[in-house]
């Protein structure tokens, strides 16, 4: 297992390099001046043209991609062309944001998507059934701006019960953690219900129940456990968006995380943001899809990794 | 000697619905067991055999209380069960265990096989971890594999040692009946003798009653005691094996058998080669379910379903060729 996830590291940082290229060509192929917008409107030509020269926007683009990435194997993604703040902190800043939306909405939106899943798939057909998969069709179906929106017009403008702004105390976390979930809750209903309809099916499970076993245990240790493994699939595909895609809930209910400086950053052209932000969502997937590819091998004996 | 019931079935009857209408009401039925009894004795090797899709395994469940019967009535040790609730069977089981068709399928990938052996113990009785341990490792030596792979996954093992775990498990908590599904028929050739013999060889230690679910006519004439023979969800002809395959009754049992192969080249074998398609099982006909397809069919087989009759001791047939 330790040399598993070794290996896995060590492959991250080819596939890293890569992403890396394809990050900072794209970036520059976004049309638009970096020196010019930092330099203000009524900037002279000679003025625009010395912050090129001081960022190094004149030099060949290998010459930049190279620098920048000597600049990245020291722990050093260059400085924003904005506020002059080193990428590194600028971005550690704003993680912490982000780290606190996405743990609100992990809190629960799992937990209660899966147990929907899963007596929707043990009461099929039922009342039960039919309500969970509605609950979960609207939790895809409502944007999640407009989810905020009406939570702010609610809770906030008409019973004055929560924050509609900032992240001051455990209260402004509820809204942004309704909205950062449910869409999590929603789609893991809907797979772990078919997931576990499909396990339903299994020749184990009626061996369980001819054995004499509760039903209750049937469903647990013999259905629940062995249907996770499409569920762990989702549930790190979504924990991956929800790193980088917190960019509406951030905007709505105006949190500093990495989305709204992601947003910024793009609208500044500030280059060296933008790629830090970039290679930092790349590898978040990358190394939650490991956390998955290990997983699995708990979840499923069949598929243990040596 | 007078022999003990150890199961009985009283005119069992099970309808699986298909269809729906547009409030979801069922608007057809496939009549999968229809008014099927036997007794089978304690300690002797009861086969059901017939093709695909004659209602074999539907029987089997129905026994084991996977499936509950829409009428009838299923005897095991001198009480009914085909009606309990989930709850009353739950002590039952621990007298009656079944062995499935798939080996692989039927074993959780997620349990190793200690705790795929050890579970009914955990539902049965309370056993220490100690005791439990040794009966499983017990159980695996008796069934040919070793104490060593107790803590392997089922994955790890081929198909007929899967099986042989299948067995294990269902021997654990000491039943007095077992109900093997088609227990051989995924296993290769060379296996399934082997697993034969396993079967055998318990039978005899542990004083087992098995009804042997199977569609292999050869493996049936190996191992049984009696014999039911299934066509269309009916129970067409019921005898003990000498009498069934020395003179078969009914056209379908002949017929069935002389499909048997005989394992000698020179001797050359009349066939019988049954014409035309089996009934739907959703709209029965209504006389003889075999009448389509049989040779000796009469106006009265058409019109009317034949009553059981018992023609010698022990050998029953539902056909009007044999009415009294």
Redesign the interface.
């Known amino acids: 297992m330790g040399r598993y996830i070794a290996r896995r590291l060590l492959e991250t940082i080819p596939l890293m390099l890569i992403i890396s290229i394809f990050v900072f060509m794209f970036i520059h192929l976004i049309p638009g001046d970096p020196a010019r917008t930092l330099a203000g409107v009524e900037a002279t030509p000679e003025e625009i043209e010395a912050i090129r020269e001081e960022f190094g926007l004149n030099d060949p683009l290998l010459k930049q991609y190279a620098d920048y990435m000597i600049g990245l194997f020291k722990g050093d993604m260059g400085r924003s062309l904005k506020s002059n703040i080193p990428v590194t902190e600028l971005i550690w800043s704003r993680f912490q944001f982000t780290i606190q939306l996405v743990c609100a909405g992990l809190v629960w939106a799992p937990f209660l998507g899966i147990f929907i899943g899963v007596m929707c798939a043990i009461k099929r057909g039922t009342w039960v059934d039919l309500g969970g998969m509605f609950l979960a069709i609207c939790g895809l179906s409502a944007p999640g701006f407009w989810l905020g929106l009406m939570g702010i017009q609610f809770f906030s403008v008409k019973m004055g019960m929560l924050p509609s702004a900032g992240l001051e105390s455990w209260k402004s976390l509820v809204l942004p953690s309704l909205v950062m979930g449910t869409g999590i809750m929603a789609t893991l209903a809907r797979y772990s219900r078919s997931s576990m309809l499909e396990t339903l099916r299994?020749?184990?499970v009626?061996?369980?129940?001819?054995?004499?076993?509760?039903?209750s245990i049937v469903m647990f240790?013999?259905a629940f456990?062995?249907s996770l493994i499409q569920v762990v699939t989702i549930l790190g595909l979504q924990i991956g968006g929800l790193l980088s895609g917190s960019v509406i809930t951030e905007n709505i209910f105006s949190i500093p995380g990495m989305g709204r400086l992601l947003v910024d950053s793009i609208s500044f052209r500030d280059y060296p943001v933008i790629q830090g932000l970039l290679m930092i969502f790349a590898l978040q997937y990358v190394l939650i899809n490991l956390v998955v590819d290990v997983l699995y091998g708990v979840?499923?004996?069949?598929i243990r990794l040596d | 000697m007078e022999k003990n019931v150890i199961l009985s079935l009283k005119n069992v009857s099970k309808t699986f619905p298909v269809g729906k209408s547009l409030l979801g009401r069922p608007t057809k039925f496939v009549h999968a067991v229809n008014d099927v009894s036997f007794d089978v004795y304690e300690g002797e090797t009861f086969s059901i055999v017939g093709e695909s899709g004659c209602g074999k395994s539907t029987t089997g469940r129905l026994i084991n209380h996977l499936l509950i019967p829409d009428s009838g009535e299923i005897w095991f040790q001198g009480k009914e069960i085909s009606h309990i609730s989930q709850d009353e069977m739950r002590p039952i089981r621990k007298d009656m265990q079944m062995i499935f068709q798939d080996p692989a399928g039927s074993l959780n990938p997620r349990m190793r096989v200690s705790e795929l052996i050890e579970e009914p113990l955990l539902i049965h009785t309370d056993m220490s971890a100690e005791e439990r341990a040794k009966i499983v490792n017990n159980l695996l030596k008796i069934v040919g594999l070793s104490d060593k792979h107790a803590s392997r996954y089922p994955h790890e093992f081929s198909g007929g040692q899967k099986q042989r775990i299948g067995i294990a498990r269902a021997l654990t908590v000491n039943p007095h009946l077992v109900i093997a599904d088609e227990p051989i028929s995924a296993l290769d050739v060379s296996i399934q003798a082997q697993v034969l013999n396993l079967l055998h060889k318990l039978q005899e230690e542990y004083k087992l009653t098995y009804v042997f679910i199977s569609h292999d006519l050869s493996v049936v004439e190996m191992i049984s005691d009696r014999i039911a023979v299934m066509y269309l969800g009916f129970v067409v002809e019921t005898a003990p094996k000498e009498m069934l395959y020395k003179t078969p009754l009914h056209p379908y049992t002949e017929a069935l058998l002389s499909a048997v192969p005989i394992p000698d080249p020179t001797l050359h074998k009349e066939r019988i080669i049954l014409e035309g398609d089996i009934p739907s099982t959703i709209n029965l006909p209504k006389g003889c379910p075999f009448a389509a397809r049989c040779k000796k069919c009469r106006p009265e087989c058409l019109e009317q379903r034949p009553e059981r009759v018992e023609v010698e001791p022990g050998h029953f047939v539902a056909c009007h060729l044999y009415k009294k």
């Open positions: 299994e020749d184990y009626r061996t369980a129940r001819a054995k004499g076993q509760k039903e240790r013999h456990k062995n979840i499923n004996p069949k």
